[in-house]
Structure formats: C-alpha cells, structure tokens
C-alpha cells in the first residue's frame, strides 16, 4: 500500500500507523494522510544555538547541555502530584532544573555525560531555572538542532513521532493540486501549495517558515470568503414562494412597559422589509449586552404568526432559553400567540406531545436548545428561525434547523462586540445589523484593575456586598489546578480558599464546563433564586441567566482573557436597580496588558472596547469566538490576519466576478477545495 500513498490513503496504512496509534491520531483528527500533512505546528523552537547557563536570559527558551549534579529529589505535594528537584551544571553556571509528576527521570541520568535541554527559562530569587524541560541525549544532537516544529498532541503521542510521521508521509508523491494560477502567485507573492506544505514542517529557517505560513492562511481565508460570498449570492437569488402582508406591531409594543429605543426600530424596520422582500431573510443583529435583541426577535416572531407561519427560537443553553421562553411567555400569551419550549430537560413524553403540536400547527413559536435540531421536530409551517449567541452554534445548525421547512427566515442574534469591518467579513453569508443604542437609564458597571495587593480590600467589598443583600460573581480561567498554568487561580482553588476564609460564613457554589448539562443548569437556576451568594465560575455565565440582584462581577487573572470576552462577563451584572462593580484582578505587569484593561476601565461600550483591542492586536481568540462555527482554520487568525482576510474578501470578488459558481477548468481544483471544507453548505444551495 506504501507505495500508492496518496492524500486519501488512511492513516492505517502508513509505516509506523498500528491500530493502537491510529485511534490516537484519529483522537487528534487525522484520518488520512490530507489531514496528517494539514496537521500544522502552531509554534515552532529556534534550538539553532547553543547557549550556556551564563548567558541565559529570564523568559527565553533556549537549549542548552549540561551535567546533572546531585540526587534526584522527589516531593509529593498532593495526590496525583509529584515535584522532581535538581541542578544541571555546566563550565559558566548552575541551573535548576523541575519536573512535575515525571518520577521515571530519577533512572535517566549519568552523573558523567552530558544532556541536552529545551525550556523556558525562570527566575527564582538569584538562581536560574527550568520547569519541565525536554531531555536528550547528546547523540540526538543533530537531529534536533535548527527550527523545530512543535504540535498539539494526545496522551500517547509525542513530539518526536509525530514529526517523523508527517516527515516520512511528504517524501511521497501526494498529488497536491495547486489551486492558484502561476500568474496569480507571482501577483500576490505567494509560493505554491506544494511547498508549503512541505516548509511549514521541515523549514530550515524561520523565513521558509513565513512564507509558507503566508500561502497556507492565504488559502484558507480565500477559500472562507469564496465559500461566504457564494451562499449570500445564492440566497439573494433564491426566490421564497411565502409571502408578508402588513402587519402593525403598535399591538405588540402596546404591551411592553418601554419604549423601542431608535436602533431597536431601526433594526426592527430592516427585518420587516427582509420579510417583505422575494429572498429569505439571512440577517445578523449584533447588539451589545442589555441592547434588546431579544426584543427585536420576539417581534420578528409576532409577525411571523400574525401572518399564519410558526418560529423558533434557539439558544445556546437550557437555562437561557427558558429565560426567553418566561420572559416573552406573558407577551405571546396576551395576543393569544402558542408557545412551548423544548431543551434537554423535557421529558421524551412531553418532547412527543410537543412535535406532534408543531407538526400540526398547534403552537405557533417554540423555543429551545439544540434540541429542535433532533430529526423528530417537524414544523407545519416553518418561517422564521432565530438563533441567539451565534458563537454558540455552527453554520452547519443553523442549516439543518432552517432545512426542517423552505425558504426560511433566518435571524442570527450575537452580543459578541466585532468591529463592523470584521463582522461584515466573518459574517460574510448574512446581513449585518447592529444596535448600537442601550436603553435610557442601564448604569455603567464601575470597573477597576487592580493587582495581587488588593485581595484583603476586594474580600473585604465582596463581604459588605452581601451583607447589603446582593451576590457576587467570581470567574476563573481554569477548572482545577494546573502544573503547566500554576501561576493562574482555578474555580477549585479559589472556591476552597473562599470557603476557608473568612467569606466560609456565605453559601458559595462553584460552576464549570465540565459539569453535567443538568447540574449546571440547576447550580445557575438556585443562584439565580438567590440562594448562594457567590458563584465561583468558568466563562460558562458568559452566556446566561439574567440575575438582577448579582451587582459584582470579580475576575481572576484578567489578562488572560480577551477584551470582548471581560466586556461580555461583566455583562452578567448592572441588570438591576443598583449599583454595579467589576473588579479585574491582575498579576501582569506587561504593558499591553495593563492598556488593554484600562480599555476596560474607561469604557462599557461594546464596540469602542473591540475596536481598541483590535488596535493592540490582543490574543487571538479575542472575539471570545472561534471562527463562528465555520470549519475551524488550521494556521489563519482572524484578528491577526485581518489585512490578509481584506485582500482574500477582494480576491474572492473578483473570481467570482467572472465565475460565480468556479464552473471553469481553471478554478476546478480551487472548487474542490473549497467543497470539502464547506460541503454542507454548498451542498445546501446546490453547488
């Protein structure tokens, strides 16, 4: 089989592929040798030099030989836990070396030979210092010398196998069709595919790393905008047999307790001609937290039935579409509108009882989670699907909940605050409107960063919070303690300080994404209740229930997080009648990352905060989002590489401009690509 490798070839049948690693590499999603060589390194080690212990600089990584000097000294901290201790010496210096829960390195050395290490280098008082570092022995010397590709891995798979798998595959013929024109290349400076693929796992410096990282993100940008800009053309042209008389919504709004703000009616205006008009509506409402989505879709929803049709209403957890489903109830009710919810929660009984309502037409708006996606809730006449959080959900959801019936209404609700630039790009299928107005008399939540001196003060505020009857968010990057993150507060570490310290004496609950759907749900619903009076979470609230009497939102680790992200957890307070804080905890002392929450603390608004954040070029996963459901990229980051996502969206234009649907030979290759990438979508719309 070797010698008919191809990109098809399963992984199985590679040299070195047992069936034990071949679940472990389908683990990592590699199931065929297209997916092994488009498993790309995300960094990558510069071990061209040598260094000596004198010559180390503090946060560097750097490789380096030495002798081990000394015994081996094993701690164990705490279950499942254990720390090695021990110096490495060489002719300039000393260094010490740390390894956690690695016992089997007290076998591994002679006292006599010299070693080889890669790691990050610390400080720890005056000495030097390495956690974990990679070991070799001197022989391996050549091999990993020079720019080493590093890649995500599974228990099972090491660094050392996975790079000589990729690099044996590549000695192969593979039949990697270029996708662009020679012209094309030259034009954009792009290299070929084929050496690319090649470069970005055995470069030999840094540039071949560069530039074949610039064809690859090139790729898969292009190939997103090509995919984008196809389905909106389509939907464009799909014309819906429904139709929308006109319907006044003065009924509707006479029984709210406020007035539309002016950009709730604005977008209000925009989905009725969506609805009028002879295309499906596909349009994105993108509007800060406490803007009034909600609101804009529940009246898309009255029009819909007022014109004979049924709606759905999907968010992204249970506890959020009940709060819609409660919330909207009272309304729906009044103008004798049906409705019912659907979630993981509802009995197999009641969920029968419900589909066979809807298949006949006895409830006019459901709501629900991915469970109206379940392929036994059919509609009599479905007309408009609203999907909230959209981040939540892939575009592939959207579809198969839009495909139980024809020619749907589609309504995309997201809090998540993009730069209308890049939301007109990663939207690029939908319309875009934004409500960029908060309804008259929402506070602004007072915000602070403040560093590590400020704990004893922060407990202190928390306590006189609580005792004035409110409750308080606590939000931390991590589940548990980690030994590679062990600066970082953990939900378990800061829930167990909290109930060891003087704030023992309030009811503290925890909340994570590891928790069953059901405990989450009935953790949030209790504090919700107010019957705990601090939540020690994850970014799960991130999306959640409305508490109004929630007025502190503390945040462990700050810098960590994107700056859309903090503006959407403090999100989670300011909903009700009192003042509101959010205290931002630090330890950094980097300068973009005091200016990014300064960012924070001189502004609520949603979008000035996106904006500046995409100025400072933060982390890439700023958004909070990943690709939005989309397949996600393998290199290509849509902060990062916002400059080249401009150029692909042009690019895309223009070949579409004289080939719409890529029927020509010369774009043959490049629709093939982009098929087997986005096919559920295409597929859809008939390409």
Not at 29 to 55: F, M
Not at 112 to 130: A, P, R, S, T
Not at 629 to 657: C, H, M, R, S
Request: include cysteine.
């Amino acid at each position: 089989m070797e010698n008919n490798v191809n990109l098809e070839t399963k992984i199985q049948y590679l040299k070195g592929v047992g069936p034990a690693r071949e679940k472990l590499l389908n683990q990592l999603g590699i199931y065929n040798v297209r997916d092994l060589i488009e498993y790309y390194p995300r960094v990558y080690e510069d071990r061209t030099q040598l260094i000596r212990i004198a010559e180390f600089t503090e946060g560097e990584n750097v490789l380096f030989k030495a002798k081990i000097v000394g015994k081996i000294a094993i701690q164990r901290i705490r279950k499942g836990m254990t720390i090695a201790r021990t110096y490495a010496v060489d002719e300039t210096g000393r260094c010490k070396i740390t390894w956690f829960n690695q016992n089997y390195i007290t076998n591994y050395f002679n006292d006599k030979d010299e070693y080889l290490f890669y790691g990050k280098i610390e400080k720890f008082g005056n000495e030097f210092g390495v956690t974990n570092p990679i070991t070799y022995k001197m022989s391996e010397l050549e091999k990993i010398k020079g720019v080493y590709p590093i890649y995500p891995l599974t228990k099972g798979i090491n660094q050392k196998y996975l790079f000589n798998l990729i690099s044996s595959a590549l000695v192969y013929n593979l039949g990697i069709k270029e996708t662009l024109g020679k012209d094309f290349l030259k034009k954009y400076g792009l290299c070929s595919k084929e050496y690319a693929i090649k470069k970005i796992h055995t470069p030999k410096d840094f540039n071949e790393v560069a530039v074949a990282r610039q064809r690859i993100i090139f790729d898969e940008l292009l190939e997103l905008t090509l995919a984008l800009q196809i389905m909106k053309s389509s939907n464009k042209k799909e014309i819906k047999e429904r139709t929308y008389n006109d319907v006044s919504i003065d009924e509707f709004l006479n029984l709210l307790p406020f007035k539309l703000t002016s950009a709730q009616q604005r977008v209000v205006n925009e989905i009725i001609e969506d609805m009028k008009s002879t295309r499906a509506m596909n349009r994105l409402v993108q509007g800060d937290v406490g803007s009034g989505k909600t609101m804009v879709a529940a009246i898309a929803a009255y029009i819909a039935v007022k014109n004979g049709y049924q709606a759905a209403i999907m968010a992204p957890t249970t506890i959020l579409a009940n709060q819609h489903y409660l919330g909207l109830k009272k309304y729906m009710d009044a103008l004798g509108i049906k409705t019912e919810i659907i979630t993981s929660n509802t009995t197999k009984k009641n969920k029968d009882i419900i589909a066979r309502m809807l298949e006949f037409g006895q409830i006019d708006v459901v709501f629900g989670t991915h469970s109206l996606l379940e392929d036994n809730i059919q509609f009599k006449n479905l007309a408009l699907v609203v999907t909230d959080e959209q981040h939540r959900f892939g575009v592939n959801q959207r579809i198969k909940l839009s495909s139980k019936s024809t020619c749907v209404e589609t309504l995309v609700m997201t809090a998540t605050p993009i730069p209308r630039s890049l939301a007109l790009l990663l939207y690029g299928d939908l319309d875009l409107s934004i409500i960029d107005e908060l309804p008259p008399g929402r506070k602004p939540v007072l915000t602070y960063a403040v560093g590590p001196s400020y704990e004893d003060r922060i407990r202190t505020f928390i306590a006189k919070q609580i005792d004035e009857g409110r409750q308080v968010y606590v939000v931390c990057p991590l589940v548990e303690e980690s030994e590679q993150m062990e600066n970082l507060n953990s939900v378990e570490k800061v829930y167990n300080d909290y109930l060891s310290s003087e704030l023992g004496k309030y009811r503290v609950a925890y909340l994570h994404g590891k928790m069953k759907p059901k405990e989450k749900d009935k953790v949030m619903q209790r504090f919700s209740e107010g019957e705990y009076d601090i939540l020690v979470s994850t970014t799960v609230i991130e999306v959640g229930v409305d508490v109004p009497n929630a007025t502190c939102m503390i945040v462990e680790d700050s810098d960590r997080f994107g700056l859309a992200q903090l503006h959407q957890l403090r999100g989670r307070v300011g909903r009700g009648a009192y003042d509101s804080y959010c205290i931002l905890k630090t330890k950094s002392k980097g300068k973009v990352a005091i200016e990014r929450l300064k960012i924070m603390e001189s502004s609520n608004d949603g979008f000035e905060i996106a904006n500046e954040d995409l100025k400072l070029r933060g982390p890439g996963d700023f958004f909070g989002i990943r690709q939005s459901g989309l397949p996600e990229f393998k290199l290509a980051d849509l902060l990062k590489d916002i400059n080249v996502l401009k150029i692909a969206t042009n690019v895309a234009k223009q070949i579409l401009d004289d080939d719409p649907f890529l029927e020509s030979e010369e774009n043959k290759a490049l629709k093939e690509e982009i098929l087997s990438k986005y096919e559920m979508q295409l597929n859809n719309i008939g390409i």
